[in-house]
């Protein structure tokens, strides 16, 4: 079924037009009729019209042939079961009173009911063949597929397989456009968005243009991921990231990564079933972008990550950690042992690090690889708590830590932070295009002055003047955040030296706290007067 024929199908429902329903349904290989959508809406109380068409989408789009889904309002509930069988399409809608809602809860001979909707074929069949008063039977109209439905389903299973592919949306959104297909206007909006240089007025437009689009259609384009998923997002016309519980995500996961091109999945809520989950779920290594987020706050507490040891994200690119306690052992083996060999971007936001694990992590080939590290520990007195050995240890890993084409490095609030370490850090990161961190001081700047693909970093310490203007010096220099850490008299001298730069010097914004600050807004139109 194609999409524009899904909301032909729903507005004729809505408005009992015989023959725009016969003319959708036909398209959608149905003989569809007043009589059929009148009786579903005579059976439920609670499925609205949507609902029930997704629902026959999917039988009829699926290898299975099955489509499930349960509803529920206070005491009331219901499930819904279609079929696609022979020459025709049945659809049933019961109450049921059992306290998990699923097609046995309604029709016990149905029992036992699988998640892998193909081991309940031959009993669904049998079902969909009784002459029950809850059952409403469709006939099928058999059609041979068009080729440009053909020529969809394979722009899309491309462009699931390479999300980048800017090409295969450009012909999808021509085709779809062709019938009128939101989803067109959607991928095209979001193509020429991007393309657009910054400040240009149409993003206002373009913008609205799309959050309009998406407030009206946002749930038929979700698709399964609407129905299965705590949140969804979309970008350009697709899914674009989901939260959802681990179980639910081992049950529908192949099967939303196979029909959108999702970037991000969180799984939520974190904890040791749900990692125990994750492992046993091989789909997972189908994943680009992972974020595994605990409670936090007063719920925070350490969930081992040992069942995901050694397991393959083979695709993953990007992964966030946020609010999770990695420390021990546990902690040195996760990172030790994470085999992730696209990873790009690694992200520990709010948790609490611990000097196991960053030895482990120094010890990973992964590494050599990545572009991204950013840790945001707010927790400076982590380091005394982990024990007398937790420098000594973060000395070590910090020595042996080597990230070739790290590009942007950010540490904010890390128990481990020192002029020292950074120092070995940057020296052994050559193409840093980023650096922001605390506790800096004139070693690290020694090995900073010497990324020449350096563009913005923090001054957070006082260093001599001659090093100062090796910094200045740096030919793609654009950003410069200076912190209230430095001393009064020393920020003074930064700020004179940054007001004498030449009109073509390519610093374009400095933050800077104070009254320097307001002065310095006026010579670098992008700067802030407040501390970073």
């Not at 009786?39 to 439920?44: G, N, Q, T, V, W």
């Not at 016990?108 to 079902?127: I, M, Q, S, V």
């Not at 966030?320 to 990695?326: D, F, I, R």
Request: charged letters at 30%.
């Amino acid at each position: 079924m194609r999409e524009a024929d899904f909301e032909a199908i729903e507005e004729a429902w809505q408005y009992n037009d015989a023959t725009g329903l016969a003319e959708a349904g036909s398209r959608a290989g149905l003989a569809l009729s007043l009589d059929h959508v009148h009786a579903l809406d005579e059976r439920s109380s609670l499925f609205d019209r949507k609902v029930i068409v997704s629902a026959i989408a999917e039988a009829l789009a699926n290898d299975a042939g099955i489509a499930t889904r349960g509803a529920e309002r206070g005491w009331i509930k219901e499930v819904l079961l279609v079929v696609r069988h022979g020459d025709r399409l049945t659809i049933g809608i019961k109450p049921v009173a059992k306290e998990t809602v699923s097609p046995p809860g309604g029709w016990p001979e149905l029992k036992p009911w699988f998640k892998d909707l193909a081991k309940n074929r031959a009993r669904a069949e049998r079902w969909a063949s009784r002459d029950y008063e809850e059952l409403v039977h469709v006939p099928l109209v058999l059609t041979e597929p068009r080729a440009t439905d053909v020529d969809e389903r394979t722009l899309i299973a491309q462009i699931v397989e390479n999300p980048h592919d800017r090409d295969a949306r450009l012909v999808l959104a021509d085709r779809l456009l062709e019938r009128e297909d939101v989803r067109g206007d959607l991928i095209r909006f979001d193509l020429e968005l991007k393309q657009l240089a910054a400040g240009d007025p149409r993003h206002l437009e373009l913008a609205h243009q799309i959050e309009k689009l998406v407030a009206e259609h946002g749930q038929r384009l979700a698709g399964r991921a609407g129905e299965v998923a705590e949140q969804y997002t979309l970008a350009g016309g697709f899914v674009d990231a989901i939260t959802i519980s681990a179980t639910k995500f081992q049950s529908y996961g192949d099967e939303l990564l196979r029909s959108q091109p999702i970037r991000r999945v969180k799984i939520a809520p974190y904890n040791e079933d749900a990692v125990e989950t994750l492992a046993a779920t091989p789909h997972l290594a189908r994943v680009r972008s992972l974020v595994l987020a605990s409670a936090g706050g007063r719920y925070e507490r350490e969930v081992a990550l040992a069942p995901l040891y050694g397991f393959r994200f083979e695709r993953l690119e990007e992964l966030v950690m946020e609010s999770l306690l990695t420390l021990g052992e546990d902690g040195e083996h996760w990172f030790e042992k994470l085999d992730a060999p696209r990873l790009r971007s690694l992200h520990v936001d709010l948790g609490r690090l611990g000097s196991l694990a960053l030895h482990g992590l120094a010890r990973n080939a992964l590494c050599d690889t990545l572009e991204q590290l950013a840790i945001t520990l707010r927790a400076r007195g982590l380091g005394e708590r982990l024990g007398g050995r937790a420098d000594e240890i973060a000395d070590v890993a910090f020595t042996r830590l080597a990230l070739p084409n790290l590009r942007v490095a950010r540490f904010e609030g890390c128990w481990f932070s020192s002029d020292a370490r950074y120092a070995q850090l940057v020296r052994k990161a050559p193409k840093l295009v980023v650096f922001e961190a605390e506790q800096l001081g004139p070693h690290t700047y020694e090995q900073l002055v010497r990324c020449r693909a350096l563009e913005r970093t923090s001054l957070d310490a006082p260093i001599p003047q001659p090093l100062f203007d090796e910094l200045l010096a740096l030919p793609r220099l654009h950003t410069l955040l200076v912190t209230d850490r430095i001393p009064e008299r020393e920020r003074q001298r930064f700020a004179e030296r940054l007001l004498a730069l030449p009109p073509r010097h390519p610093l374009r914004c400095v933050q800077f706290p104070g009254e320097h600050g307001r002065r310095l807004a006026k010579r670098f139109p992008k700067s802030s007067g407040f501390a970073p």
